[in-house]
């Protein structure tokens, strides 16, 4: 395998962080959640390229429906 190297991406909202990036064996991303309360509670969700292309799909389908007027 090539080295390979990916700086974490971190999105921040006036709430939370979300940070994604590669798992250690390049196979996958890690999403990773965190509240900017305070709270010390982090949630990670681990996908390949099949669960996260259905996760996609799904996240446009909802944003499609409560945009909907």
Not at 20 to 47: A, C, H, M, W
């Amino acid at each position: 395998m090539k080295n390979k190297v990916w700086n974490k991406t971190i999105i921040s909202t006036e709430d939370q962080d979300v940070s994604i990036y590669p798992t250690e064996q390049f196979n996958g991303i890690i999403v990773e959640t965190k509240e900017l309360d305070g709270d010390p509670f982090t949630s990670r969700l681990y996908l390949n390229r099949d669960e996260m292309e259905l996760l996609i799909i799904k996240m446009q389908e909802m944003m499609n429906y409560v945009s909907d007027k």
